[in-house]
């Protein structure tokens, strides 16, 4: 099928790619020259694992090609992917300024034949509506027909009159440092959406990924596909983000009583994670989440509540305790060095999460303004923001090239990001280099009597 993938951030570059990969035409559009003209050298403009190699292969088949030329990609898709950014504004709504530019630019171009547009951005619930309406305008800036000798016409008729088009809601359920393998090994599709032509072209779209043609498994059944009203699917992706929040934020919250009562919760998690019921996964306890989806989607769940005349008191709580939580680290701190002014901390790890280079909201940050505000001299390792120069607007703290060269000098190291290779330094020679050999595990990540035998105090969370 032909597509055309409007934005090519973490969704949109990997939803692109890996349609490419998987024999679609696809047209990628940015309306960032700079960024199109790496993307065409078959170069990924963000870190994400996997993602640069089916690039390359989509761009030597002939499968995939980047532009910024709107009007050439609404002409060559069938279906028409936005995939544009959402940010949070200080209200806590979403900002939807480049989904409605988007809109308009995809209605001030489309012709006589039918297309699906699918609202592939997170989108405030409702939108699939308001995005139809965006397009009619646009359709009605490009012919000028909005005023008749007979009246401004309906916007039925005009998308009668000028073009066929239904929209569709498909959120995106990829993480960050995994999503390319997300979208070809999905736990479910989800379509909104009241048009049966349009439903039926995008489970076409997605007939070999349905199948497990390129899944990691190709044994495994079918994945499912959940077919609803344009409102549900956007509520699915809200909901789904806040459930996992919640959960993060709840057992953040046993860690605390933990840490009071002597348990120890790696071991609860363990224990209630194997409860079928409630499974294993999100109970990992540490300093918070952070990111671009959990903190914008609960906030945007949030405010619509509160538009409705709503008050969500869980989910304001899973927002206080995760706030809370981020200053865990500087507790931590202050309980093992006391004083932290004129005292030199190190931070393993910046980015929110492993396996991305995506700073937004992470973690870290919090702490470094803490530690800078109380006086502490702030020294940080990361494999990619280290590697590749990326400062995302650092300020106060000092980038080091690797571990020893973070470990010398300092009075304690913070894990905040849990990067796998972070398994396997040489803790017993970073220990030697420091002035206090102190780590204070952010994530519960380090087995603690290694750390101890490499000569470290070890300060874990709830443990």
């Given at each position: 099928?032909?597509?055309?993938?409007?934005?090519?951030?973490?969704?949109?570059?990997?939803?692109?790619?890996?349609?490419?990969?998987?024999?679609h035409?696809?047209?990628?559009?940015?309306n960032?020259?700079?960024k199109?003209k790496?993307m065409?050298?078959?170069q990924?403009p963000?870190?994400?694992?996997?993602?640069?190699d089916?690039?390359?292969?989509?761009?030597?088949t002939?499968k995939?090609?980047?532009?910024?030329?709107l009007?050439?990609?609404?002409?060559h898709?069938?279906i028409l992917?936005?995939?544009?950014?959402?940010?949070?504004?200080p209200?806590?709504?979403?900002?939807t300024?480049y989904v409605?530019?988007v809109?308009?630019?995809i209605?001030?171009?489309?012709?006589?034949?039918?297309?699906?547009?699918?609202?592939k951005?997170?989108v405030?619930?409702?939108?699939?509506?308001?995005v139809r309406?965006?397009?009619?305008?646009g359709i009605?800036?490009?012919?000028?027909?909005?005023?008749?000798a007979?009246?401004a016409?309906?916007?039925?008729?005009?998308a009668?009159?000028?073009a066929?088009?239904d929209?569709?809601s498909?959120?995106?359920f990829?993480?960050e440092?995994s999503?390319?393998s997300?979208?070809?090994n999905p736990?479910?599709?989800?379509l909104?959406?009241?048009s049966?032509?349009?439903?039926?072209?995008?489970q076409e779209?997605?007939?070999?990924?349905v199948?497990?043609?390129?899944?990691?498994?190709?044994?495994?059944?079918?994945?499912?596909?959940?077919?609803?009203?344009?409102s549900?699917?956007?509520?699915?992706?809200?909901a789904?983000?806040?459930f996992?929040?919640?959960?993060?934020?709840f057992?953040?919250?046993?860690?605390n009583?933990c840490?009071?009562?002597?348990?120890?919760?790696?071991?609860?998690?363990k224990?209630?994670?194997?409860?079928?019921r409630?499974?294993?996964?999100f109970?990992?306890?540490?300093?918070?989440?952070?990111?671009s989806?959990f903190?914008?989607?609960v906030?945007a769940?949030?405010?619509?509540?509160?538009d409705?005349g709503?008050?969500?008191?869980?989910l304001k709580?899973a927002?206080?305790?995760?706030?809370?939580?981020?200053?865990?680290?500087?507790?931590?701190?202050?309980?093992?060095?006391?004083i932290l002014?004129g005292?030199?901390?190190?931070?393993?790890?910046l980015?929110?999460?492993p396996?991305?280079?995506?700073?937004?909201d992470?973690?870290?940050l919090n702490?470094?303004?803490?530690?800078n505000?109380?006086?502490?001299?702030v020294?940080?390792?990361?494999?990619?923001?280290s590697q590749?120069g990326?400062?995302h607007?650092?300020?106060g703290?000092?980038?080091e090239?690797?571990?020893?060269?973070?470990?010398?000098?300092?009075?304690?190291l913070?894990?905040?990001?849990?990067?796998?290779?972070?398994?396997?330094l040489?803790?017993a020679k970073m220990a030697?280099?420091?002035?206090?050999?102190?780590m204070?595990?952010?994530?519960?990540f380090l087995?603690?009597?290694?750390?101890?035998r490499?000569g470290?105090?070890y300060v874990?969370?709830g443990?």
């Open positions: 099928m032909r597509v055309c993938v409007i934005g090519t951030g973490y969704v949109g570059l990997v939803t692109g790619a890996c349609l490419a990969h998987i024999g035409d696809v047209v990628c559009i940015d960032n020259e700079e199109v790496i065409k050298s078959g990924s963000i870190f994400e694992p996997g993602l640069s089916i690039m390359q292969s989509a761009i030597n002939g995939i090609e980047f532009s910024t030329d009007a050439a990609g609404v002409a898709g069938e992917f936005i995939a544009v950014g959402t940010p949070p504004l209200t806590g709504e979403s900002d300024r409605e530019a809109a308009r630019g209605g001030a171009h489309l012709d006589g034949g039918y297309k699906v547009i699918v609202n951005s997170t405030p619930i409702g939108s699939g509506d308001w309406m965006i397009v009619l305008d009605a800036e490009r012919q000028n027909t909005l005023i008749t007979g009246g016409p309906s916007y039925d008729n005009l009668e009159t000028t066929k088009f929209v569709v498909n959120p995106e990829l993480r440092g999503a390319v997300d979208t070809f736990d479910r599709i989800v909104g959406g009241n049966p032509r349009a439903i039926a072209m995008m779209l997605y007939a070999p990924i199948e497990r043609k390129f899944a990691a498994d190709p044994s495994l059944p079918p994945v499912p596909v959940l077919v609803t009203d344009l549900s699917a956007e509520m699915i992706k809200y789904a983000n806040a996992l929040a919640t959960k993060i934020s057992i953040n919250e046993v860690a009583i840490d009071r009562v002597g348990a120890d919760v790696t071991q609860v998690a224990g209630i994670g194997l409860d079928s409630i499974g294993n996964k109970l990992n306890a540490g300093i918070g989440w952070g990111g989806c903190p914008k989607d906030s769940l949030i405010h619509t509540a509160d409705y709503y008050e969500t008191q869980l709580a927002v206080s305790v995760n706030e809370r939580q981020r200053l865990l680290a500087i507790e931590k701190l202050q309980q093992t060095l006391k002014k005292k030199t901390v190190g931070l393993l790890g980015t929110f999460k396996d991305t280079d995506d700073m937004r992470a973690p870290a702490v470094i303004e803490q530690l505000r109380l006086g502490a001299r020294k940080a390792y990361d494999p990619i923001v590749t990326m400062r607007g650092l300020s703290v000092l980038v090239t690797d571990a020893e060269r973070l470990a010398d000098g300092c009075d304690a913070v894990l905040v990001t849990e990067w796998q290779q972070f398994k396997n040489e803790y030697q280099l420091m002035s206090h050999p102190v204070i595990d952010g994530r519960n087995d603690p009597e290694t750390m101890i490499a470290f105090q874990g969370i443990r």
